[in-house]
């Protein structure tokens, strides 16, 4: 081989390294700057043995952080708060209340049947199962279990057989139903999930790090693909973002006087409409389901959490919100990185004691 051959080989070799390394660290999500953004308010901050148990006595291998609101204003945080990450199966509690608003407008009835929506799948539904609801699919309790995109863990291994339950009998947190609840808001509202979120929720709340393009259609880099007429949305917000919508929630639907979720679909998607705790799997924490939201009686808190860590903690008695975010990618780099290192490691324990501690304070009138 002449010497300039051999040159030109190693010039498109590396050339073709730099431009790959280039392409697998391009961010999914870029940090928007909207107009529309205000700074949080911050209130008297929680005792110190709280705050203490909060923050985390060795670097976090990920970037995590954690942030309380107490009445909308911040009384504690830790770590990247504004920075963006998927928070994976949280984007359904966002979802619930995508719809709540998208209801108020007249623009869903959840009342209508998949039928009547023309609402099928990569393998065919029967008649049965079309005659589930948007409520039922709100509830997971559609009665359809099929694969979907972006399933894991028991929706796989502890999946109902076909036709086992009707419509409305019986609850299994699947991807079906999440998953087709998108493929029916865009359908029903003419708007993309990004696109309505940013008028209707992040705007509203004077989100920081938002703007439609956060949401992002389809499965998760790296994750096994199923054949399915229906999209994951995965949606990237920061942890000051996302404690914005807890907090909001806590409130009743109302952020800084403005009425943003109506107060009834608040207190009917947060209510226990579906009792868990003889299901064949084992949901641990939560003893009753919403729509979408998962509640823990004992507690008295709603919540909403997703796969690599992401936890937020609504205690609407006392008007607080807890949230702990764990970075797991934004790249295919970042998001290989975590692949392999798989560290699934939380504060959640603290983070639940810390609730049951705050609202101890408030009831006793300490704080």
Do not use: C
């Not at 943003?260 to 947060?270: L, M, Q």
């Not at 860590?309 to 609407?316: K, Q």
Request: net charge negative; glycine share 8%.
């Amino acid at each position: 081989m002449k010497f300039p051959v051999l040159k030109k080989l190693l010039i498109s070799i590396t050339l073709f390294f730099v431009l790959s390394l280039v392409y697998i660290s391009l961010p999914q999500v870029y940090d928007p700057n909207p107009e529309y953004q205000t700074k949080l308010k911050y209130g008297e901050p929680l005792p110190e043995a709280i705050q203490r148990l909060l923050t985390p006595e060795t670097s976090p291998v990920r970037a995590r952080s954690v942030m309380v609101l107490r009445n909308g204003k911040v009384v504690f945080e830790y770590g990247p708060t504004d920075k963006i990450m998927n928070g994976h199966s949280t984007r359904k509690g966002i979802m619930s209340l995508l719809y709540g608003i998208a209801v108020e407008q007249g623009l869903i009835n959840i009342n209508k049947t998949l039928a009547e929506l023309n609402i099928d799948e990569h393998i065919p539904l029967t008649e049965q199962e079309k005659t589930a609801t948007i409520r039922d699919l709100l509830m997971y309790r559609s009665g359809i279990f099929l694969p979907a995109a972006g399933e894991h863990d028991d929706q796989i291994t502890k999946r109902p057989k076909r036709e086992q339950f009707k419509p409305g009998e019986y609850l299994f947190s699947n991807n079906f139903d999440a998953n087709a609840l998108g493929t029916i808001f865009t359908q029903e509202t003419g708007y993309s999930i990004g696109e309505f979120m940013e008028k209707n929720l992040a705007e509203p709340l004077g989100m920081q790090d938002f703007d439609a393009d956060n949401v992002i259609m389809g499965e998760p880099w790296f994750w096994p693909k199923n054949p399915s007429l229906h999209k994951m949305y995965n949606t990237y917000t920061s942890t000051r973002d996302f404690a914005r919508v807890g907090a909001m929630v806590a409130n009743y639907g109302r952020w800084q006087g403005n009425q943003v979720v109506a107060e009834d679909w608040i207190k009917e998607s947060t209510y226990p409409h579906t009792d868990v705790t003889n299901n064949h799997i084992n949901y641990g924490r939560y003893e009753a389901f919403g729509y979408i939201w998962m509640i823990d009686k004992d507690n008295e808190t709603v919540w909403t959490d997703g796969y690599g860590e992401h936890f937020m903690i609504i205690d609407m008695k006392r008007n607080i919100t807890l949230v702990e975010r764990n970075f797991t990618g934004n790249s295919y780099l970042t998001s290989g990185l975590w692949m392999l290192d798989r560290n699934m490691d939380s504060g959640i324990d603290n983070l639940i004691k810390a609730q049951q501690l705050i609202a101890k304070a408030i009831d006793e009138g300490s704080y």
